[in-house]
């Protein structure tokens, strides 16, 4: 069987998507998707997205009316997580250019609505308020580092001010502070910071799921502006440069309308035999 598939980039984070509207993939397939985010001997990617019919009885009522299809994630691992920020803005890069949805959309993920709008290569999301916010998890082990805080924006995040971000063994302290036992037992993604202007900031990411760095992270980014603010008065709309590329972040001081903003390209579009990967 030859199944379609969708390869896109968000600043960076590249994704394979699939038009599961079908119900062809259960989402089950945890053996299936690591095989296809393989790289070198795959298609190679940070995770999967699969592109649904709106779950209508499963989110919170909204006058924009109902989404307009569901989102679900699947991290490298091939485990489905609660939230991608990246993943979020291709899937509806992918669903305008698609006809799925108009420029300004509305879709579900994990019971939550988000509101996008698409022009031109830009995707700019509204984020959910974040939770789950402390200022002093006592994390931090020496290394020369700062420690900013943990925030949940979709999925945890645990950020660390520090001088050079290019100087940072990211592979090395990503895991150590990923498993620490003040994160357990869900474990959290770790995002090492530089300040390098009014509101200006350098991030790298190592990602739970993907379990490497990552060339930008979605919900990181916004994780690392929130900390900056509070830990830094950073005003918004703070620009984040990292590996894959620019994103901003537009906010308020309750944090009631967090946006996300950066570029989506199409890589491309391909199709696979499943029998070779079964």
């Given at each position: ?81 609660e939230m991608c920020g990246n993943g979020a803005r291709a899937c509806a890069y992918y669903a305008f250019h698609h006809s799925l949805a ?177």
């Amino acid at each position: 069987m030859r199944i379609r598939f969708t390869k896109l980039s968000a600043t960076g984070n590249d994704f394979i998507l699939f038009d599961n509207r079908d119900h062809r993939f259960r989402g089950d397939e945890e053996k299936l998707f690591r095989t296809l985010c393989t790289r070198r001997s795959a298609i190679g990617a940070d995770g999967v997205l699969l592109i649904e019919r709106p779950r209508v009885q499963n989110t919170k009522p909204s006058a924009l009316g109902p989404p307009h299809f569901t989102m679900r994630y699947f991290n490298r691992d091939g485990r489905e997580s609660e939230m991608c920020g990246n993943g979020a803005r291709a899937c509806a890069y992918y669903a305008f250019h698609h006809s799925l949805a108009p420029a300004e959309m509305q879709f579900e993920v994990s019971g939550d609505l988000y509101h996008a709008v698409v022009s031109g290569e830009k995707v700019r999301l509204r984020m959910q308020k974040p939770w789950d916010l402390n200022l002093t998890p006592n994390a931090l082990e020496g290394e020369g580092m700062e420690e900013g805080g943990y925030v949940n924006t979709g999925v945890p995040h645990y950020v660390l001010f520090v001088p050079d971000v290019d100087q940072i063994d990211v592979a090395k302290l990503g895991v150590k502070y990923r498993h620490h036992p003040a994160f357990q037992p869900a474990g959290t993604n770790v995002n090492f910071v530089s300040i390098v202007g009014t509101s200006n900031l350098h991030l790298r990411t190592y990602e739970r799921g993907v379990e490497e760095e990552t060339l930008a992270c979605g919900t990181g980014t916004v994780a690392s502006a929130v900390i900056a603010h509070l830990q830094k008065q950073m005003p918004f709309p703070i620009h984040v440069t990292t590996r894959g590329g620019e994103l901003i972040v537009y906010g308020d001081p309750e944090f009631e309308r967090l946006e996300l903003e950066g570029e989506v390209r199409l890589v491309y579009d391909g199709k696979f035999d499943l029998e070779n990967f079964t």
